[in-house]
């Protein structure tokens, strides 16, 4: 995918104000629209002008395109680094991009960073939701937050800064910060909503404020994955372990320590499955270990010895033959 400088097809300065934004848009309007062009690329030129009007005029979108944007050129390869929209707070019950979208209207660039955005939390109002007495209720706001395993396993209160998109009186994108804390239930996953009531929009006419929806990705760790509920890690044994079998111990993200025993016979990406050991919660999640056979170096004179022993003794053993076997039996 490439990437689109949507100052560079509206023809303004990055720290173009609103007004400088609209303008321009309207000149480009009169210049490609269908209706009136006789360029031959009009209806391609205005399907690019109407892109990026959709998101440097919106502050939200813009401010969060101009923080993935910084240094990057017209026509480069792009790929949105992960979590790349974490601790971005907007307005309604998602991330700006749904309104106006509809699939296939704008570039595949355009779908990858606001596509998804403009799923609402469990339960989230529309902004024209009304309090009782008929006063509108504030906006609920959405923002993507990255937490640690260690804080999503065990729960934790956690102070969080969201950098809020705003106009200046000049018409500028300023970046207001908050910061909050928040309690993170203990096996929260990844995906789900933290709701925090009264911390969205303002309400009016004395109406009570929206919620905010805090959408919990998990930054990855060293040793596992996340997979919903399920925790994914590799276990790296001796080739004795492997062979004769045994009881080898894997420690978990909160530092407690269980014992897993490993089947005589088993080869390296055998997957062990421990149920109820992944993250907790009302249904726990599964631990699911791979097995990694791991050899002592020839290096060390001892392990060295005992495989020239193997390999005088057990002369007769085709590796690639047993494990083709092993293949047409399915294991």
Do not use: C
């Amino acid at each position: 995918m490439e990437f689109k400088d949507y100052y560079q097809a509206l023809g303004v300065a990055r720290d173009a104000s609103a007004e400088d934004i609209k303008k321009a848009y309207r000149r480009l309007a009169r210049k490609y629209h269908p209706d009136v062009s006789k360029e031959a690329d009009a209806a391609a030129r205005m399907s690019d002008v109407n892109e990026a009007y959709a998101v440097l005029s919106d502050a939200e979108r813009r401010a969060a395109y101009d923080e993935l944007g910084r240094g990057r050129r017209a026509g480069e390869r792009f790929t949105p680094p992960p979590d790349w929209d974490a601790g971005f707070e907007f307005s309604g019950g998602g991330f700006p991009g749904a309104g106006g979208f509809e699939h296939g209207e704008y570039s595949d660039f355009f779908a990858e960073l606001f596509g998804r955005m403009g799923r609402g939390g469990p339960g989230a109002r529309p902004a024209h939701a009304r309090a009782q007495g008929g006063a509108p209720r504030g906006e609920d706001h959405h923002a993507r937050i990255v937490l640690d395993l260690e804080d999503a396993w065990r729960g934790a209160t956690r102070e969080l800064t969201l950098r809020v998109p705003q106009l200046d009186p000049s018409g500028h994108v300023v970046l207001k910060e908050r910061t909050l804390s928040v309690r993170i239930p203990a096996g929260v996953r990844p995906g789900q909503m933290i709701r925090l009531a009264g911390q969205g929009g303002a309400g009016a006419g004395g109406a009570p404020a929206g919620d905010l929806f805090l959408e919990v990705a998990i930054r990855p760790h060293p040793r596992f994955r996340v997979d919903g509920s399920t925790l994914v890690a590799e276990l790296p044994v001796a080739p004795w372990e492997a062979a004769l079998g045994g009881v080898v111990p894997v420690t978990l993200p909160d530092g407690s320590a269980l014992k897993v025993r490993v089947p005589a016979g088993a080869q390296s990406g055998r997957v062990l499955t421990v149920r109820g050991q992944g993250l907790p919660g009302r249904e726990p999640g599964d631990l699911e270990l791979h097995l990694v056979v791991v050899l002592p170096s020839a290096w060390d004179p001892r392990a060295k010895a005992l495989y020239e022993q193997m390999a005088r003794e057990l002369a007769d053993f085709d590796a690639r033959k047993v494990a083709a076997a092993a293949a047409e039996r399915g294991e």
